[in-house]
């Protein structure tokens, strides 16, 4: 089945400058914000976020990557995934507004592991979640703080988020039945 | 990967991923909470038919760390003395429920024979067999040669033309064999030096090059030295005249000490013989790693734990 591109990297890019826009409002300014990308994507889109961030509010892009393999619940179900390294800012995440970024949100498992990894790493004021893409199929009583694009998808239909520091261009497509052509 | 028996032929990436998952590992003993629950349900047995201090707590440590029970078996005390063989010893344990064993056992060879055997389920890691391997003793070096040499940069390097100089009793050493094995695969150049009555028989097969004259060594500045314990345990004939003749011609004593480039960095497996392969002054001296070692064993240990106890292709993929 071919895969079908839903979002392009114009579209990409704006949906990081609102997303970005909307942290700021939330947060009443860029004091005491850390974003926490979830490798690998979402370590990218931290960044870009931070970037943006930065140019509103200079200071404020505070930025690390968090690593949730340890305390994935599928790690008996999966070949052996290779951990990634967690960098956390200097200032630690003690007191402060941590931010979650990555790039699909599907059955919330992954920003479980996240939050109890978060746990073990000190004590936020508050969590909040960033996604570019919310599938939807939650298995867990978690929803994104701040979408990219909401895509009502199919179980058996796969995202694929690509990114132009990992993959070389930008675009989030969607493949399996359903998708048309 | 299913088992950790042997460094020998251990593919390059597979020893680079433990070294990399084992960075992870460093970095939780940092926390204020250094746990991780990563393989909580799971039981390690630490299953010691030979004495062992470091490695066991190592191992116990590791296990802890990411929440895994442990429960320790030591033959002395046990019903191996009433002459209870490796089979019925580690199927007793595996009928308890255990999901790996950590094997120390002084025949070569035991941890292999125990993963071919279809006695138990578990996954082995070989913990010192005898005077074959120690393969995560060759890993903890490989990553403190790594640490020492690119420090934070190490992740996803190799030892390539790193000059490591392994001394001393080569011939009792599952340490040097490990390490040889490993850190050739790794790319470094490694010489071995010591009584020719101590290098073993079919060194030359090795990938490796050898000498007697230690002080030659010196002169050569190799990036790291590698003194071995004297075994005197399991030596059971007369390999020197005298220990004050070894300590001259193959201990790193304070004199040589002085000689080495400032640069290079002295390394032990321990336990030590102080005054007999090294000097209280080396050993305690900055450039020495020898607790760096210690430390980096836990990270290690914690690596091939995850490593050998996670993933749905346990069944599948032997190493």
């Known amino acids: 089945m071919p895969a079908r591109t839903v979002l392009q990297q114009a579209d990409i890019q704006r949906a990081l400058t609102r997303i970005s826009h909307e942290i700021l409002e939330s947060n009443r300014g860029g004091s005491d914000l850390v974003l926490l990308g979830i490798p690998t994507r979402g370590v990218v889109l931290a960044e870009r976020i931070a970037a943006n961030l930065e140019r509103f509010e200079p200071g404020s892009g505070v930025v690390g990557s968090l690593d949730v393999t340890m305390y994935r619940d599928d790690l008996a179900r999966h070949p052996t995934r290779t951990p990634s390294p967690t960098r956390l800012p200097a200032g630690g995440i003690d007191g402060k507004t941590v931010v979650l970024v990555d790039d699909v949100l599907y059955s919330g498992r992954t920003i479980r592991a996240a939050l109890d990894a978060i746990g073990d790493l000190g004590r936020p004021r508050a969590v909040r979640l960033a996604v570019l893409v919310d599938r939807g199929h939650r298995e867990l009583p978690i929803r994104a703080d701040f979408v990219g694009k909401n895509l009502p998808t199919a179980v058996a239909e796969r995202i694929y988020v690509r990114l132009g520091e990992t993959d070389g261009e930008d675009a989030v497509a969607i493949e399996g039945e359903g998708s048309g052509s | ?319």
Do not use: C
């Not at chain 2, 597979?14 to 960075?23: M, R, W, Y």
């Not at chain 2, 590791?62 to 002459?83: E, Q």
């Not at chain 2, 040097?176 to 010591?194: D, E």
């Open chain 2, 1 to 319: 990967m299913r088992h950790l028996l042997t460094t020998e032929g251990l593919p390059r990436e597979q020893a680079l991923a433990i070294l990399d998952v084992a960075e992870d590992m460093a970095e939780v003993a940092t926390r204020a909470v250094p746990k991780l629950p990563t393989l909580r349900g799971r039981t390690v047995a630490n299953v010691f038919f030979e004495d062992s201090t470091r490695t066991r707590l190592s191992f116990e440590t590791a296990a802890k760390r990411l929440s895994a029970d442990v429960i320790t078996f030591s033959a002395k005390g046990s019903s191996v003395s009433k002459g209870e063989s490796l089979k019925d010893t580690t199927q007793t344990i595996a009928a308890m429920g255990i999901d790996a064993v950590v094997l120390r056992h002084s025949a070569s060879g035991a941890a292999e024979v125990l993963a071919a055997s279809d006695w138990i389920d578990a996954a082995v890691v070989n913990a010192g067999d005898g005077t074959h391997q120690h393969p995560t003793q060759g890993l903890l070096d490989a990553y403190t040669l790594r640490k020492a040499l690119h420090g934070d940069a190490s992740r996803g390097r190799d030892l390539d033309g790193v000059r490591v100089a392994i001394v001393g009793d080569i011939l009792h050493s599952r340490v040097a064999r490990s390490n040889v094995w490993l850190l050739a695969t790794l790319g470094a150049q490694i010489h071995l030096v010591g009584p020719r009555t101590l290098l073993p028989v079919g060194v030359e097969t090795w990938p490796v090059t050898v000498g007697t004259d230690l002080d030659e060594v010196i002169a050569q500045r190799p990036d790291a030295i590698m003194m071995l314990r004297v075994q005197q345990e399991r030596m059971h004939a007369a390999y020197f005249p005298h220990e004050r003749e070894y300590a001259n011609a193959w201990g790193l004593g304070d004199e040589r000490l002085a000689r080495l480039p400032a640069d290079t960095i002295v390394m032990h497996p321990g336990p030590m013989n102080r005054g007999l392969e090294i000097s209280a002054r080396a050993a305690d001296s900055p450039r020495s790693v020898i607790l760096d070692q210690v430390a980096n064993g836990v990270s290690i240990r914690m690596a091939v734990l995850y490593l050998v106890l996670s993933g749905s292709d346990t069944r599948e993929v032997a190493v």
